[in-house]
């Protein structure tokens, strides 16, 4: 178990291709999409979990603490910004709500990388696509963080640059999960559909 991170979900909003569901409150496997995304999360982190959403009454029963924005922005890089501003930690690890085959091992094999003077470290895979996600980040970005956002400036995976940026490549991503499927999202009932065959076929 990690003890100087915490984990960070983003419980994010209502989902338009999900007909305004909450995508993270959705049936999933067993239980619910949430529930698939904490098993690994508690595995790694315990509980030093936070998660961030608007609607902090629609996770009580998670056993976890709710946070919400900071800043009164939408999007993921906001969300970013109040886990690790209300983390205890300096660093947390973040993970969307939507990823429910994250596996533990990738999430370890990321932060073993994640040292000074990183601000903010993504899996890299395919060409130059970046997870960020599914990424760590440090506490002292927060004001890198929180201009680039107040300005409406580009995507969270281009907001730090040079130094504060750290990589982790694919060969080293598959050590730790060979098919990348940590990086699966659930966009739609479909997606849901299929990942639950996949789940009762391969658990």
């Known amino acids: ?39 690994p999360m508690t595995e790694v982190f315990g509980e030093k979990i936070l998660i961030v959403s608007q609607e902090a009454g629609l996770y009580g029963d998670f056993g976890f603490p709710v946070v919400a924005d900071v800043l009164p ?3 993921a890089a906001t969300g970013i910004h109040a886990g690790l501003f209300h983390a205890k930690t ?10 429910p085959f994250i596996r533990p091992e990738l999430i370890r094999l990321v932060l073993s990388h994640m040292h000074p003077p990183l601000l903010a470290l993504f899996p890299c895979h395919g060409k130059n696509h970046l997870e960020p996600l599914c990424a760590a980040y440090h506490r002292d970005g927060l004001p890198v963080l929180e201009s680039h956002i107040l300005e409406g400036k580009g995507k969270v995976q281009w ?27 659930i966009n739609s009932p479909e997606d849901a559909r299929k990942a639950g065959e996949a789940l009762m076929m391969f658990p």
């Open 159 to 185: 907001i730090f640059t040079g130094e504060q940026k750290g990589l982790v490549p694919e060969i080293l991503l598959r050590e730790a999960d060979e098919g990348l499927e940590s990086f699966i999202n």
């Open 73 to 75: 922005l939408p999007g």
């Open 90 to 99: 300096d660093i947390i690890f973040v993970v969307a709500c939507d990823m």
């Open 1 to 39: 178990m990690i003890n100087d991170c915490t984990g960070v979900i983003l419980a994010g909003g209502r989902s338009t291709r999900y007909g305004g569901r909450n995508k993270a409150l959705v049936p999933f496997g067993e239980g619910r999409l949430m529930d698939a995304v904490l098993r």
